[in-house]
């Protein structure tokens, strides 16, 4: 039989896309990784990554083997709970970012519960990507690359829905555009950004994508996408945001777009629900709600505040 340790470092580093990462997840060194992994090679005779620089992929023995192994390690995953069969309702482990919860699941979590009345509902929150890789939950939403996924990522559609496609587009408290000088446009307005400077990978979330028409003054920076959007709603000057976390606040008029729907820049990153246990159907059903419930809500923002956002932007 295969090694079981090398093939569950296998599946680690295959999901995470990195040794580093999935070495932090497992408990290992790298070079304990790397070593699983030669193991694993060795037994199966053939290679089953291709090193890049940067990253990894999957050679197509790697694939062959991710496809074996998927719905595998999902039915082990659901081993516990199945066996369990404790009465009373399941605990349900549902993980995000805090900065999703806080700006959208928070409020609906009532219909949630309503939605799901067999379920005890635990959330968990994780602040890196290593952190919800090590975080055992039953339904995980997970802000993933557009691109970049490795194959093997592919074979998991029967675990993983994605949410609709979101945009990126500044934001300001409407109370703070009455600061704009004559002849000024919100570009004048202290910018807020997320992230340390100079880490900026994707450019829709660069100022410079940003400032053709005019120089602007990057003031503060915040650790992540929650605590900018926070400052943004306290009147601290404008923040980028993403189409699903300000959807409740730009209908409800707290935060206004500065510019129409035609200038957003497309996110180079999607939300995606994804459950380890292929037999899960409790978690297919969630993340499907979870997914219409997005789609609904940035449909409503889109529609209320367009007309707004062009407004305010040349004003």
């Known amino acids: 039989m295969p090694p079981f340790a090398g093939l569950l470092t296998f599946e680690a580093v295959l999901r995470l896309g990195s040794m580093t990462l999935a070495a932090?997840?497992?408990?290992?060194?790298?070079?304990?990784?790397?070593?699983?992994?030669?193991?694993?090679?060795r037994f199966f005779g053939v290679p089953l990554l291709e090193r890049l620089n940067p990253g990894l992929r999957a050679t197509e023995a790697g694939l062959r083997l991710a496809r074996e192994l998927?719905?595998?390690?999902?039915?082990?995953?659901?081993?516990?709970?199945?066996?369990?069969?404790?009465?009373?309702?399941?605990?349900?482990?549902?993980?995000l970012s805090p900065s999703l919860l806080a700006w959208w699941l928070s409020p609906r979590l009532p219909s949630l519960c309503n939605a799901f009345p067999d379920l005890s509902i635990e959330v968990c929150t994780w602040d890196t990507a290593a952190e919800a890789a090590r975080t055992e939950v039953d339904?995980?939403?997970?802000?993933?690359?557009q691109s970049g996924k490795l194959q093997a990522d592919r074979m998991e559609e029967a675990r993983e829905l994605p949410f609709p496609s979101e945009s990126v587009f500044p934001v300001v408290a409407p109370g703070l555009l009455g600061s704009i000088g004559p002849g000024q446009d919100w570009r004048a307005l202290p910018l807020?950004?997320?992230g340390r400077r100079g880490e900026e990978t994707e450019r829709e979330w660069s100022w410079a994508t940003w400032l053709r028409k005019g120089p602007g003054h990057e003031a503060l920076r915040f650790r992540d996408i929650g605590s900018s959007l926070q400052a943004a709603l306290d009147g601290n000057g404008?923040?980028?945001a993403?189409?699903?976390?300000?959807?409740?606040?730009?209908?409800?008029?707290?935060l206004m777009r500065l510019t129409g729907l035609g200038?957003?820049?497309?996110?180079?990153?999607?939300?995606?629900?994804?459950?380890?246990?292929?037999?899960?159907?409790?978690?297919?059903?969630?993340?499907?709600w979870?997914?219409?419930s997005a789609g609904q809500d940035m449909t409503a923002g889109e529609d209320m505040t367009a007309s707004e956002g062009m407004a305010a932007g040349a004003s």
Do not use: Y
């Open 24 to 41: 932090d997840e497992l408990g290992l060194t790298q070079s304990a990784v790397s070593h699983r992994i030669r193991a694993l090679e």
């Open 70 to 95: 998927a719905p595998l390690l999902g039915t082990i995953a659901g081993m516990r709970r199945r066996i369990a069969d404790q009465p009373g309702p399941r605990v349900f482990r549902l993980g």
């Open 139 to 145: 339904l995980a939403l997970l802000w993933l690359p």
């Open 192 to 194: 807020l950004a997320k």
């Open 238 to 240: 404008v923040a980028l």
């Open 242 to 254: 993403r189409s699903l976390l300000v959807a409740d606040a730009l209908r409800q008029q707290r």
């Open 263 to 288: 200038e957003a820049q497309a996110c180079s990153n999607t939300q995606v629900a994804r459950w380890r246990d292929p037999h899960d159907r409790t978690a297919e059903r969630m993340a499907a």
């Open 290 to 292: 979870l997914v219409s």
